[in-house]
């Protein structure tokens, strides 16, 4: 997933035993838009829930009967950086070897498993390799407007016929400036990252919470591209291209299915005496599933912090004690939700729609840290205009000594909220920089901490998703 592609939104983490459709949203909508292309252009007989998640083993790209000719004729390219991948060098140690690459092509062109639109008459190779016990090829036809890609894979040695023929295909794929793309097979799991030549492509599979997520970048061994083993797909990654930072995100692959069905720890069992039990079951498997993805080391198995009402529903605050811990938010009753990244109005196009008010319709979840041992902050989610976001409300959870907490900067309150059920929820402006300071009733102050978040964008655990094209 780019970050479009590698954000993908985080909607609907499910937390029932059943995991529910759309697992990530929007740190991997890309994988949900996809998905869908592919099922329309190769008639995909996955169920719709599956259509709309990330798919695992069996699932992705299985041989099946192949598109007719007027199913392929590719996607829009506007971004120079998406032609700059194009026209880069072919990678992988099978890219020089022009008899296979001509072989393969001219298979692709007349088999009746891949049929591509005569507008798109050139053909490019954009990775081929076997050295890995796989053989991966990614291809992109295109045109002077328009793109798609065809990804095979095998198993590595696999004559182009066979190949073509019986190899795992995905056909009329969207090229985007920095492709990530599942090229598993068999038992062979594999991501595959490539960046336009010339750029630089880092990844990190530890992060850590102090004040900000801090990460220790490692640059790719092919500068450019990146081979990751799935057992190994956590973490984040970023792309450099001339001196800027161009894209970062989580670095789950596209069409790589995680089982995101709520996992009672053992010895915890329901409790029929709390009725926001539904709801704090799936703020754990929302947590869990959030702190796995972003690869946030030190982080314990989360705990309610608080539970209570917001926006007139249920909402249960869980993460862990001490500072510089991971906070989800889960506002309104439910099995599964959709991840407010954002402020409203600055996520992407492809932000899933949340369901109308009534029956059915889907918590919103949030995530934050906390700014002090004793002082968890995090936006409080809503729906706005018919899409999750984040707001300027803010929930600050205290110690239970607490009866007031309020937003100073400069040594001036700027904002205050009183405690009530544990928690003060008041106004404050997204990216505000400030101390949330936490007072008792002899006016003592019994817990402070600085609110580090960013003012635009969509972040997850305050850590910003990049996306710079």
Avoid at 226 to 236: K, Q, S, Y
């Amino acid at each position: 997933m780019s970050v479009d592609e590698l954000r993908a939104g985080l909607a609907r983490i499910a937390a029932t035993v059943v995991p529910d459709e759309d697992p990530y949203g929007r740190v991997l909508r890309h994988a949900r838009r996809r998905r869908r292309r592919r099922l329309a252009s190769i008639g995909g007989a996955l169920v719709a829930v599956l259509a709309a998640t990330l798919t695992g083993p069996g699932l992705l790209g299985t041989a099946g009967p192949g598109p007719t000719p007027d199913d392929i004729h590719g996607h829009p390219v506007d971004s120079a950086w998406t032609w700059r991948l194009v026209n880069s060098p072919a990678r992988g140690n099978l890219a020089g070897d022009t008899r296979f690459v001509a072989e393969l092509t001219r298979l692709l062109r007349s088999t009746d498993r891949v049929s591509v639109g005569p507008e798109l008459s050139t053909v490019k190779v954009l990775w081929a390799d076997d050295s890995t016990g796989l053989r991966s090829v990614v291809l992109a036809y295109h045109s002077d407007t328009a793109a798609a890609l065809v990804s095979l894979r095998a198993a590595a040695g696999t004559p182009p016929r066979e190949l073509v023929r019986g190899g795992t295909m995905e056909a009329n794929l969207p090229a985007e400036p920095f492709v990530a793309l599942d090229v598993s097979h068999d038992a062979h799991r594999r991501l595959l990252g490539l960046a336009p030549a010339g750029c630089t492509l880092s990844y990190d599979r530890s992060g850590s919470l102090s004040g900000a997520v801090h990460r220790r970048w490692q640059p790719a061994p092919g500068g450019d591209h990146l081979t990751v083993e799935h057992t190994l797909a956590r973490g984040w990654w970023r792309v450099e291209c001339d001196g800027r930072l161009r894209q970062a995100g989580p670095l789950q692959p596209h069409g790589w299915r995680v089982d995101t069905a709520w996992r009672r720890p053992p010895g915890v069992r329901p409790d029929p005496t709390r009725t926001d039990w539904p709801t704090a079951r799936g703020a754990d498997a929302t947590y869990r599933e959030l702190v796995d993805l972003s690869a946030l080391v030190g982080a314990s198995p989360p705990q309610v912090r608080w539970s209570g009402r917001l926006n007139g529903d249920e909402a249960v605050l869980v993460g862990t004690p001490g500072r510089d811990s991971p906070l989800v938010l889960q506002v309104g009753a439910g099995g599964g939700a959709l991840v407010a990244l954002a402020p409203a109005g600055q996520a992407g196009p492809d932000t899933p729609r949340a369901h109308q008010p009534g029956p059915g319709r889907l918590p919103v979840v949030a995530t934050g840290a906390t700014v002090a041992y004793d002082v968890a902050a995090v936006r409080v989610p809503a729906v706005v205009g018919g899409y999750p976001a984040l707001t300027d409300r803010l929930l600050v959870v205290p110690r239970p000594t607490a009866v007031r907490v309020e937003a100073v900067v400069d040594g001036r309150v700027v904002a205050t909220g009183p405690v009530r059920d544990g928690a003060a929820v008041f106004s404050l402006p997204l990216g505000a920089r400030v101390t949330l300071r936490a007072v008792d009733a002899t006016g003592a102050v019994v817990g402070s901490g600085v609110l580090r978040e960013p003012a635009r964008g969509e972040r997850l655990f305050n850590e910003p998703l990049v996306r710079h094209w």
